[in-house]
DNA sequence: CAAATTAATGTAAGCGCTTACACTGATTTT
DNA sequence: AAAATCAGTGTAAGCGCTTACATTAATTTG
């Protein structure tokens, strides 16, 4: 119960009867000291309690052993769950991870990234790469080795993610295929977010190579909640000709729009198909299972913390890994209805 | 592109013509500092673009502005919310949030504890009661403050959270009041997790206060997946008499029963009722809507930052704070079938 | 108006640690 | 056997910051 003072080196050291260098090249660098010593400080260590202070350590080595990542919210499970097996690993490696959110602002990206430079962060975990040349550029001027993860990102930087471009135009590629010819999309919101940028451009793009033109392929952009999707897809209904198809931008806007359509009276997907993305646990439960593309964002987080370890100790990377995504077929895409409204 | 070397307070300095003390305390306490000084110096931060050391300050000041999370895994909605709001709160007041995962294990919880006394955190979030005494022992030497989260504890120590079982009580009674007797309960593994303890003893207590005896209430354990939840479901409906309500203690375990008792041909709440916990998201996206108590991990989060931050800077604060609960009853909680199976 | 008080700033001593360098004695090399 | 090397340890100089105390100038007081 007692608060007792914090022990340091210099404590050790006494009872030890060593110099705080042996004691700190114990902790550090234990080949350098010789066995019987060792254990005689290991003892004392123990026997006091002690463990490093890290100010002083990060103050005289020039380094923090800590990692920082600063993502859009982890009250969203895709983030959630790549942050969590990022923490595992980096934990793995002895280092820790200090989290801020961004609120998928710009702005209070950078300042979060001024805090971790100020924390002094070895490396650093961001979001995509749809990011203010000036942030970057204050990463590169205080050396920060950093990491743009969900996605691939430009010309340079580092980047391990999903090429989400790619898998939307290959899970609309499987849509069409099912002979749909009027698709519609509800998207994420796109400004500042190349996640749902490139699902759009994805799904575009697919769609213009089957002779679709951007004109008749209505896209509205919705945020991150059921109701959204469900306003949007309310609205993509009451076109004319109805879409046969609705591709949305993620899971959370998939399930609302299956919502609305139960609402409408609409059958899924006897009268409108509707796919997802992300794969997160919701997709599986609703009744009929969502089709959508499987993201694993587990095996993301891990690769991301092993790249950025290599870069904060130099090691050659890779630019980009790409983690591969997959299209889950399930129960909401089928054939259009024989006789579409028009 | 240049790598600067990174601007110290010396060189605010001299670039102000001010003494290092001065430059400290227009960051830190502005108002001992004449207006005129404090511009300069300011103009020469910017200038710079210099931001303090984490490393010098937290040696000097014998303080980090750092708060420390240890919570089982982010890869659950409930801790994600909860951690996402506790977060944000403490970044209002100027504090860094450091995350660590115990993965429900005890022995890792104490472990990360080390790290993060290492670290020297101000203070410390914890998830719930259950944990040795020589953990919570190592927390009050070390002096740090802590607070236990998710639920209400025992004798000593803050907490802010649910009273888990109370809400459980609460639920089985309506259960009861629909004119169900032949119970049966999903739990989480409750060892060492006082939550899923919690709602076990609420459900247990209510029945118990109907006359309906522990050895008439089966109880089966389940992790935290919806196969589990499922597996469980299954063995109960194989007991005769069949039960007429199962109760689970988590939306994820009751998602999962929701999903087997289609999968059996059974009608949901018309052969069988089924409750969840926790009103996560999931439990309005299936179908029927999940009967469920609803537990705002935000509004948690938020209480709990709050009294973190009197608990490190030595304001009175009251032991202990419950967020309400409250029942939601949506679709899978019906009247017992009028012809039960024996 | 001298003395006392106050306001604004400077001086300098660490905070606890790492690490370059120095030192010692033992081992290897020539 | 002297010289060179090396392993093990100690000495001590900071790392960048805060803050108690000292100093100076401005203001108030008796």
New interface residues.
């Given amino acids: ?4 003072a ?1 022990p340091t080196l210099d404590d050790v050291a006494r009872a030890a009867g060593v110099s705080t260098a042996t004691v700190s090249r114990c902790l550090n660098a234990p080949d350098l000291v010789i066995a019987a010593t060792r254990e005689r400080v290991m003892q004392a260590v123990e026997a006091l ?1 002690y ?9 005289a080595s020039r380094r ?1 052993n ?1 990692v920082g990542a600063i993502i859009p ?5 895709i983030f ?2 790549g ?3 990022f ?2 690993a980096l ?1 793995r490696f002895g280092k ?6 961004s609120g998928y602002s710009p702005a209070r990206e950078r300042e979060q990234m ?2 971790m ?4 962060v070895d490396g650093l975990l961001l979001i995509g790469s749809a990011r203010p040349e000036a942030s970057v ?2 990463l ?4 920060i080795p950093f990491l743009g993860a969900w996605n691939l990102g430009g010309e340079d930087g580092y980047f391990v993610g999903f090429d989400n471009r790619a898998a939307a135009a290959g899970l609309t590629e499987k849509v069409l295929a099912k002979g749909h010819r009027r698709l519609a999309m509800i998207a994420g919101i796109t400004e500042m977010n190349d996640r749902a940028a490139d699902r759009m451009e994805g799904v575009r793009s697919a769609a213009e190579r089957a002779g679709i033109g951007a004109d008749q392929l209505p896209v509205i952009e919705a945020a991150y909640t ?1 109701d959204d999707g469900a306003r949007a897809f309310g609205e993509l209904m009451a076109r004319s000709p109805r879409p046969t198809a609705v591709l949305c931008g993620n899971d ?1 806007l998939a ?1 609302g729009a299956l ?1 609305k359509a ?1 609402e409408l009276g609409l059958r899924v997907p006897g009268d409108v198909s509707i796919t997802g993305f992300d794969d997160i ?2 997709a ?4 009929p299972k969502l089709t959508t593309v499987r993201v694993p964002h ?1 095996r993301m987080g891990e690769a991301a913390a092993e790249m950025l370890i290599k870069l904060m100790s130099k090691q050659p990377v890779e630019r980009r890994i790409e983690i591969p995504t997959e299209v889950v077929e399930r129960g909401t895409l089928g054939p259009p209805p024989a006789d579409p409204v028009a």
């Fill in positions: 119960m007692s608060e007792l914090k309690g463990t490093p202070d890290f100010g002083g350590r990060a103050l923090t800590t919210t982890m009250d969203n499970a959630a769950r942050l969590q097996s923490q595992e934990s820790t991870l200090l989290v801020a959110s001024e805090v430079a100020g924390r002094g550029e204050f590169r001027r205080r050396g059921f959370v399930v919502q139960r646990d919701l599986g439960v609703v009744d587990n």
